[in-house]
């Protein structure tokens, strides 16, 4: 690399750099498996009256509709949440000035959004609380899902929270298409930026109309196709956007489609310091350096192994399988799940790619290949359950 060339001042340090790295995982990862878990919660709501001509049983929708749609609404809360973190913790305008960050982001005073404005635009800072503010709706939408038990409750802690955390989606997706206007306009599609703005924007006026449709209140036929489908085609749109987000993340754009101020490796004024090709160089022969595009479909494989965990948690904590014999080994099982399969979620922040050190190379393909297995067992074994429901 020219050693004559500019550094990023959004990197001062190689410290700095990791923490952003892992930053930005964490904001792709959360978005994704919230994704993956609404669509998953959406396909089941769309297609279980396909399923069989039977009523379904009460305890189909909470484990298989609600319980993903719960969990998804509290990845995108989390990865909202690190966005905020992210815009907290930017650079000065002037190289080696950082902010104090506040304890609470939620008192952050005026006069630190300021200066982050001096670094970043507007967009940014009024979409990732958005998307908080919206989450949070969300998460009131889903908890209600299980307690509402009455036309006005329903409305009222259904569907307007729906309605509302829709509408911030929304105002999140707008921004990202704002912040990213200029590419759009030139048709630059094959931009992650571009695709993640616009399938963002897309799912969250899908939300929208499903919310409204359902605040509204129509008859069951016309719901399937409005809200259900609504719903399920929002969740994919959001999938899209979120695989385009993990994307920027291995070409190392660490600010994502909101804050490309930080995306020096998208920038040729910019190269790495010196020190970081060091580091590098030392931290990959442990799986630790640059991250890869090989990558990326194992990460995608420990979230469906993750979802899966989800939904059998959810059907092990059903009413009817409550005392039944092997109910409790049934509990420890998803419970163990779950936590492994988010465990290895956490370990993918640190290792990008296949070791070239032995032993760790070789127990990382052995792991890769056991949890590739373990997550088709995990799905058979949902889809077995569901069978059973119904």
Not at 39 to 50: D, K, M, R, V, W
Not at 173 to 196: F, L, P, S
Not at 257 to 285: F, G, K
Not at 305 to 329: C, F, K, R, Y
Request: hydrophobic share 50%; net charge neutral; with cysteine.
């Amino acid at each position: 690399m020219a050693a004559s060339s500019t550094i990023n001042p959004a990197y001062p340090t190689w410290d700095d750099w990791r923490f952003r790295q892992t930053l930005a995982y964490w904001v792709a990862m959360m978005f994704l498996e919230g994704s993956i878990l609404f669509t998953i919660g959406g396909s089941f709501a769309f297609f279980a009256e396909y399923v069989t001509d039977a009523e379904l049983p009460k305890a189909f929708s909470p484990a298989t509709v609600l319980a993903p749609y719960l969990v998804g609404s509290i990845n995108f809360t989390l990865g909202a949440w690190f966005g905020i973190e992210e815009l907290l913790r930017l650079p000065r305008s002037r190289p080696n000035q950082r902010l104090r960050r506040p304890r609470i982001f939620c008192f952050t005073r005026p006069h630190h959004w300021r200066r982050i404005r001096e670094v970043t635009s507007w967009e940014p800072i009024v979409a990732y609380p958005a998307y908080f503010v919206g989450a949070l709706f969300f998460n009131v939408n889903c908890v209600a899902g299980y307690l509402a038990s009455s036309p006005p409750e329903e409305l009222a802690w259904v569907w307007l929270p729906a309605c509302v955390g829709s509408f911030c989606f929304v105002v999140g997706g707008a921004c990202e298409c704002h912040r990213n206007r200029e590419m759009i306009q030139r048709a630059d599609c094959c931009r992650a930026a571009v695709v993640q703005s616009i399938l963002d924007l897309l799912g969250g006026c899908l939300f929208l109309l499903a919310a409204l449709t359902g605040a509204i209140g129509v008859d069951k036929a016309l719901a399937h196709w409005l809200v259900d489908l609504s719903y399920l085609a929002g969740s994919l749109a959001f999938l899209g956007g979120s695989v385009a987000g993990l994307w920027m993340w291995k070409g190392e754009q660490y600010g994502l489609a909101l804050v490309p101020e930080i995306n020096y490796a998208d920038d040729s004024r910019y190269v790495e310091p010196a020190e970081y090709a060091v580091h590098q160089e030392q931290l990959a022969q442990y799986g630790c350096g640059k991250s890869s595009a090989h990558q990326l479909p194992w990460l995608i494989v420990y979230l469906l192994n993750a979802s899966a965990s989800v939904v059998d948690v959810a059907l092990s904590l059903q009413p009817d399988e409550l005392g039944q014999v092997g109910w409790t080994h049934k509990i420890i099982e998803s419970v163990l799940n779950f936590g492994l399969s988010h465990g290895i979620v956490a370990l993918g922040s640190v290792v990008y790619h296949v070791p070239t050190k032995a032993p760790h190379s070789w127990l990382l393909r052995f792991m890769r290949v056991v949890l590739l297995v373990y997550t088709a067992n995990s799905w058979l074994n949902v889809v077995q359950r569901v069978a059973e429901l119904g």
